[in-house]
Structures are given as C-alpha cells and as structure tokens.
C-alpha cells in the first residue's frame, strides 16, 4: 500500500477501456471476469492470446479503480505452474468507440449551451414592437383622429412615420398626409403651453420655497435674539454651570443652523440677478440671432420649392415628350384636341419656367439680406467690444478726476463737456461714429443710444454735438425733399488743427 502508483501513460479523452497485462496463460474471460468485475459494471473483453486483454467498463470512473490492481500477482488455485501465476499491469488504452461517445457527449453539451443561452437572450431581449397597419383612407381617418388624442398622440405618429418612410405617399394621399402633418404641428402648440405651465409651477414652487425659507430665518433670529438675551450677566448669574454651557452650545448650533439658510437663500437671489442681468446683455444678440434664424428658415424653404419646382418642371416636359409621341399616332381627327392639350402644356411649363426664375431671384435676395444681417451682426458686437472698453477707460478717467485739485476741476468746468455723463456720452458717440465713418443722423444715433439708456432725448444730444464743433461736423446731402443731414466724427482732424 505504500509504494507509489504504477506508471501509464496519458489518459485519452472518454476513456473506459483498460489494457491488462501479465494475465496466466491458462487463465480465461471468467476468471478475468471474477477479477475486475469488482470495479464496476463490465461491457466487453477481448482477450488475446499473448497474455494481455483489453476490457471496456460502462463508466468512466471504473477506470480509475481497475487501475489499482495494477502489480498485484494472481495465481489459479494452488499449483505453483508458471502458465498460473502472473503479474498484473493494467493501464488507458486507446477505443475508437470511447472517442466516439465522448466527442458524442461534448457536442450534445453544447448544444444544451447553446440553447440556454438563446433562452437568456430571448428573455432579455426587449419586447418587439407591434406591427404597423398598411395605409388605407380608414386607417388614415383614424390616424388622424388620434393625432388630436393627447393620450394617443405618440403611437399615432409613429404611424404616421412608418407610412411616410414606407412611401405610402402620392398625388392621391398627399392631401390626406398634408392634413395629419398639420395635426402634429398645432401639437407643437399644446407642448409649448405646457411647458410655459410648467415652468409658471416651477416659478411659483421657486417664490414658495424662497417664502418659507425667509420665514424659517426670521424663527431662527428670533430664537438667536432669545439666547443673546439669555446670555446677558443680568440673566446669565442666575443660571447654573451645566445650564450656561448648554445654552452656549445651543447658541452656537442655531447660529451656524442660521447662517446655513441665510447663505442659501442669498445664493438663490445671486442666482435670480444673474440670470436677469445675462438677459439684459443678450437681449441685442438674441434680436440678431432670431432674424438670421428667420432669414435662413426662408431660404431653406425657398429651396426646397425650387426643388419642388423643378420636380413638377420634368414632369410637364416628359408629359409634353409623351404627347409629342402620341400625337403623330392619332388620326386627324384627333389632332386639333392634342394641339390645344399641347398648347395648354406649354403654356403651363412657361409659367412655372417664369415662376421658378422669379424663386431662384428672390432666393438670391434673401441670401443677400442673410449677409448683409451676419455683417451688421459682426459689426454690433465689435462695436459693444469698444464701448465696454470705452466705458471702463471713462470710469477710470472719472475716477481719476476725482482725485485732482480744484484748479483742474475750475478747468475742467470752462471745458465744452460739462459733467461727467456728456463725457460718457461724447465716448460713445463717437465710437459708434468711428464704426460709421460715412456718418449718421441724429435719429440712428439716438436709437442706439436709447438702448444703453432710454432717458436719453434728440435734443441733449444734438445740442452736446453742435457744442463740440472741433469733435462732430453735420454734413447736408441731397436736394429738396431728400435732404438728410448727416453728423461725422472729426476729433482727428480737430486734434490736428489744434
């Protein structure tokens, strides 16, 4: 029992065949039989006749238990003959029919793999959509039906989606889609309703919230009142030691408590200014942004007419080819009819010849006009560049007048500007004549400047230009009724002259 296990060799895939060896040569299949018959159910021996058999077990396992009689001796009955005695050596053998089960058994467990796994993705897989119906006049008036349905809206569109992607649409159902298109846009309206009202609870949620929390602050200062008085020497002598700690202890808590609150609710009018002041400041740009968004939404319409234009173009031309060909067909008879059907054709692809000219122009036009708006746009925000900077340069100027001594303020009172606001004003004006260097009237002038501040009137400002002869000069152009009067920036030359 304590000498190691015997040598074999490597142990084949589905082995339950064993090569026994060192068998008696008087000893037959039963008494081999009696032998291993012990390490499990026997299916087959092949004997041989030099003293070796091979034998196959119903399992895999019986194997490895015919194994250990490997080096036992045996001998039959009593006698001593050496055809009696031998020495066992069993070992894997190699069988055609073990490969053929085993390969057999693997392919059998991975299509049980296989199939379970398919049954894993088929029970994650998402529920696939119902199926869409085909088009017909019934099923469209009931599209459209649910097209005003809130509650159905959705699945109505998907149908509608699916129809038109499927080409569902032609001369004779195009007015029928064109109706239910028009119903999902007037939706477009009921969403932008609901959310103006959701936006007005979510204001009035913001005003609640800011109430409560001001009234929970004005609770907590007054309970700080109280414990400020608490710890007053006239009140504070009669309370014991542990009393005082824990009413500076509670002091401290409702303090730090407080100014959590305070903090958070200072952050939400930060917040509410922030968000006024960035709609002062884009108000201009957006008024830019929303006529270019016009402009372009005109010009992807225009072009997708011309394209309709064109479409309906090659049609009437293949109609008048196939008319053409018809009519040195028809008889006589027929003639004078084809003519005036060809007439009327001609006359019809004339007029959408002529149309579509007129489109491709005022396509034209409307890019012109896109330009000229992304120029002027360009032109607004290098002009609201400079007048921020010339805003700090004059707060800076001003505060550094400030400063001076009184000769220099006696100076600056017999100087043309008079206060510090027509200085602000000369920089402005003339920044934005600088911008415009073929000059402006009074009226462009003021409009802009009505914008940075609407208590600005035409006459300060006309009176402040006329005081500054050396800085602005008014030009007359024009004759009659078409005289415009026109003021220049001239500060270079004044300081020139000067």
Not at 377 to 384: A, D, G, I, P, S
Not at 387 to 396: I, P, T, V
């Amino acid at each position: 029992p304590d000498l190691p296990p015997p040598a074999t060799r490597e142990r084949p895939p589905g082995c339950k065949t064993v090569f026994v060896g060192g068998l008696p040569e008087n000893g037959t299949e039963q008494i081999i039989m009696e032998v291993f018959e012990q390490c499990g159910e026997v299916i087959a021996i092949r004997k041989s006749k030099k003293n070796f058999c091979h034998i196959r077990f119903a399992e895999e396992f019986m194997v490895d238990k015919a194994l250990y009689l490997s080096g036992y001796r045996i001998r039959l009955g009593s006698s001593t003959d050496k055809k009696d005695t031998g020495r066992l050596h069993v070992d894997f053998a190699q069988a055609r029919d073990d490969l053929y089960e085993w390969e057999c058994k693997q392919r059998m467990l991975a299509r049980e793999e296989r199939h379970r796994r398919r049954l894993e993705e088929e029970r994650f897989r998402p529920p696939s959509p119902p199926p869409v119906v085909h088009y017909s006049d019934h099923e469209c008036s009931i599209v459209a039906e649910k097209l005003k349905d809130d509650t159905k809206f959705s699945d109505a569109v998907q149908t509608l989606l699916t129809w038109i992607e499927r080409g569902e649409v032609n001369r004779r159902t195009a007015n029928n889609f064109y109706s239910m298109i028009q119903s999902a846009n007037s939706h477009i309206r009921r969403l932008v309703n609901e959310k103006a009202a959701h936006e007005k609870e979510m204001e009035e949620a913001k005003e609640k919230f800011k109430l409560a929390l001001s009234g929970i602050l004005v609770q907590f200062e007054q309970i700080v009142a109280v414990y400020h008085s608490a710890s007053k020497q006239k009140a504070w002598d009669h309370f014991t030691k542990a009393q005082r700690k824990n009413i500076s202890v509670w002091c401290k808590q409702a303090e730090e408590i407080r100014n959590i609150h305070n903090d958070e609710l200072m952050g939400i009018r930060r917040e509410e200014e922030m968000e006024m002041s960035d709609e002062e400041i884009e108000d201009p740009s957006e008024m830019k942004e929303t006529e270019e968004s016009a402009l372009v939404s005109q010009v992807e319409a225009l072009k997708e007419e011309n394209d309709s234009l064109r479409w309906q173009l090659d049609a009437y031309r293949n109609e008048v080819e196939l008319l053409k060909q018809e009519h040195g067909r028809m008889s006589r008879d027929e003639d004078t009819t084809k003519e005036q059907q060809l007439k009327l054709l001609q006359q019809a692809l004339q007029g959408m010849q002529q149309h579509l000219l007129k489109v491709q122009d005022e396509y034209k036009k409307r890019e012109a006009e896109l330009e000229k708006v992304r120029e002027d746009k360009l032109k607004m925000e290098t002009l609201l560049e400079t007048l921020k900077e010339q805003e700090s340069n004059m707060s800076r100027v001003c505060a550094c007048s400030q400063e001076k001594e009184c000769p220099v303020e006696k100076t600056l009172n017999n100087s043309p500007v008079k206060s510090e606001r027509e200085a602000l004003l000369v920089g402005i004006i003339s920044t934005f004549l600088h911008v415009h260097p073929f000059g402006a009237s009074i009226e462009y002038i003021c409009s802009y400047l009505q914008r940075l501040d609407s208590k600005i009137c035409t006459t300060e400002v006309e009176v402040l230009m006329t005081r500054l002869q050396t800085t602005f000069k008014q030009e007359l152009s024009g004759v009659g009724a078409s005289l415009e009067k026109k003021w220049k920036f001239c500060g270079f030359d004044g300081l020139k002259m000067t």
